[in-house]
């Protein structure tokens, strides 16, 4: 049996510059050595080393565009493990500063490539009450129905190597929210049906009033309170 390197993996998040450009990097888009080194208040040089370790422990890759080097999470797993890291890392005496310091972030946001926050936790309740999910030995298994099209997504007939419909525990809520191929599927139908737009903050969302009136119409939810004013 092989056993896992927690340890690289460990010593890569150690360091408070280098979590900070995991985090800039949940977004899901990819930066310039000098935006992340900025993101994290350090030098360039500095950063350069960071993402070499970052690089070196799977969590990140580096891609030449032109004359620039762009820096990504590895995938959509790391973006994942790193998610459920932050959901357990505070202790409970630390959960309400946590979510006091994630401020609008934790309201409506983004994890890498689908909703997160007190929004996304209630559509995938309100998708659970309805009986379009059910969850499954841990896992998320969508049932056909006619709501799926009206959210953006096209179930596949049949199921892949990887979960359609992955649960992710929000880190800010401690409940779980929709992930995989089918949170992308809905965040990208949100953002193009103008349902959601993009936060000052990299990861932050604002829900728009068309946005609250189709989530209420489709799933039944009340949504006044995220509502950008």
């Given at each position: 049996?092989?056993?896992?390197?927690?340890?690289?993996?460990?010593?890569?998040?150690?360091?408070?510059s280098r979590t900070?450009?995991?985090?800039?990097?949940?977004?899901?888009?990819?930066?310039?050595n000098k935006e992340?080194?900025?993101?994290?208040?350090?030098?360039?040089?500095?950063?350069?080393?960071?993402?070499?370790?970052?690089?070196?422990?799977?969590?990140?890759?580096?891609?030449?565009?032109?004359?620039?080097?762009?820096?990504?999470?590895?995938?959509?797993?790391?973006?994942?493990?790193?998610?459920?890291?932050?959901?357990?890392?505070?202790?409970?005496?630390?959960?309400?500063?946590?979510?006091?310091?994630?401020?609008?972030?934790?309201?409506?946001?983004?994890?890498?490539?689908?909703?997160?926050?007190?929004?996304?936790?209630?559509?995938?309740?309100?998708?659970?009450?309805?009986?379009?999910?059910?969850?499954?030995?841990?896992?998320?298994?969508?049932?056909?129905?006619?709501?799926?099209?009206?959210?953006?997504?096209?179930?596949?007939?049949?199921?892949?190597?990887?979960?359609?419909?992955?649960?992710?525990?929000?880190?800010?809520?401690?409940?779980?929210?929709?992930?995989?191929?089918?949170?992308?599927?809905?965040?990208?139908?949100?953002?193009?049906?103008?349902?959601?737009?993009?936060?000052?903050?990299?990861?932050?969302?604002?829900?728009?009033?068309?946005?609250?009136?189709?989530?209420?119409?489709?799933?039944?939810?009340?949504?006044?309170?995220?509502?950008?004013?």
């Open positions: 049996m092989i056993t896992p390197r927690f340890d690289i993996l460990g010593q890569a998040i150690s360091d408070a900070q450009m995991l985090c800039e990097l949940m977004e899901g888009r990819a930066y310039t992340l080194a900025a993101a994290a208040g350090v030098t360039p040089q500095t950063a350069s080393a960071h993402l070499r370790l970052l690089q070196d422990a799977g969590l990140v890759v580096a891609e030449k565009r032109g004359r620039c080097v762009y820096h990504r999470l590895a995938g959509p797993e790391v973006a994942h493990a790193l998610e459920q890291l932050a959901a357990i890392a505070p202790a409970d005496s630390l959960h309400r500063a946590q979510r006091r310091k994630a401020g609008d972030l934790a309201q409506v946001r983004s994890c890498y490539d689908h909703l997160a926050g007190p929004l996304a936790v209630a559509m995938t309740r309100a998708l659970l009450d309805r009986g379009m999910l059910r969850e499954e030995y841990g896992a998320f298994r969508a049932v056909p129905a006619g709501e799926w099209l009206k959210l953006g997504v096209v179930l596949p007939e049949k199921p892949g190597r990887q979960p359609f419909a992955r649960p992710c525990l929000d880190w800010t809520e401690r409940k779980l929210h929709v992930a995989g191929p089918m949170g992308r599927l809905i965040l990208d139908h949100a953002l193009d049906s103008g349902w959601v737009k993009r936060h000052r903050h990299k990861r932050g969302l604002v829900l728009t009033a068309p946005g609250a009136r189709a989530l209420e119409q489709i799933l039944g939810l009340s949504c006044g309170g995220l509502v950008a004013a």
